[in-house]
């Protein structure tokens, strides 16, 4: 049983919250122990939430993850974590998510709280609206952006929310639309994707992946003004997360997608571009 308690927390969901690392990276104070442990720990408290409500969604939605191809493979639907267990372990991974960031600031722990809210709204009432569904979902990922400045109390530009905000949007619509792709127009088992069409799902991606490549191009500009660099670090950081986001796009044609985390986990290119980024990045931060 212990096998299904920890694939039921999905651990390979928690690359979703290095998120957390992104404001205060930028800022450049991870180099800093007392801004890193706390970074960390914020870190640790959104996975503990972020797994509590993949244990509440998959119990509200057992019956119909029995129905699905894939899903009724989980431990839960499949019978492997029986529900008393899921919801006994669901709620204690919540209160520890939400006891260690209030214990870290109280600006931490209203923005945790404010994710398992949305979350647990999202798994009841707004996965079953169109369009609503994808901007949640977009929501979550930049809550998580949002802990690790108000861990740290780190200034975020104005640039940097909207680039998360769209960024998130395009992950989390290639989803659908890979999924949509897979299962086919009409026969799926998640109620929102009977509204939706690949063409529209198409135009969307398109507006973000385009307004997440604008945002991050005027953030990199932004930054290097502000931080008054001769080096042209972060525009040149630019290049690779153009090419990231090409890549992907063609990913998501190819019929691939539906499982975002799988596919950075398994795609080389991928993996390089986000190292060259990171190295970039990291040298206008610390260098430049």
């Not at 899903?71 to 669901?90: D, E, F, M, W």
């Not at 609503?132 to 990922?141: E, R, S």
């Amino acid at each position: 049983m212990l096998r299904a308690i920890v694939r039921e927390a999905r651990p390979k969901q928690w690359t979703k919250n290095v998120l957390v690392f992104a404001a205060p990276g930028a800022a450049g104070v991870l180099d800093n122990w007392s801004f890193l442990w706390k970074t960390v720990l914020a870190f640790v408290a959104f996975c503990l939430a972020s797994s509590g409500t993949y244990y509440w969604n998959d119990i509200h939605d057992v019956e119909a993850d029995r129905q699905h191809p894939t899903k009724r493979n989980r431990p839960i639907a499949s019978g492997a974590l029986p529900l008393p267990v899921a919801r006994v372990v669901g709620t204690a991974l919540l209160v520890g998510g939400i006891g260690l960031s209030f214990g870290l600031n109280w600006q931490l722990g209203v923005v945790t709280t404010g994710y398992v809210v949305l979350t647990t709204t999202y798994s009841t009432v707004l996965k079953h609206v169109a369009v609503v569904d994808l901007v949640a979902v977009a929501a979550g990922f930049v809550l998580r952006a949002i802990a690790g400045a108000v861990v740290t109390d780190v200034r975020m530009s104005t640039w940097f929310v909207l680039c998360t905000s769209f960024g998130s949007l395009f992950i989390v619509t290639g989803k659908r639309f890979a999924e949509l792709r897979e299962l086919g127009e009409g026969s799926s088992t998640r109620a929102t994707l009977d509204e939706y069409t690949l063409t529209f799902l198409q135009t969307v991606l398109s507006v973000s992946v385009g307004a997440t490549l604008v945002t991050y191009c005027i953030w990199a500009f932004e930054v290097r003004e502000i931080s008054g660099s001769s080096w042209p670090f972060y525009e040149l950081s630019i290049v690779p997360m153009l090419t990231a986001l090409l890549r992907y796009t063609l990913i998501l044609e190819q019929g691939h997608g539906a499982a975002p985390e799988e596919i950075f986990a398994a795609d080389r290119t991928l993996q390089i571009l986000g190292v060259v980024w990171a190295i970039v990045f990291g040298l206008g931060v610390y260098v430049g």
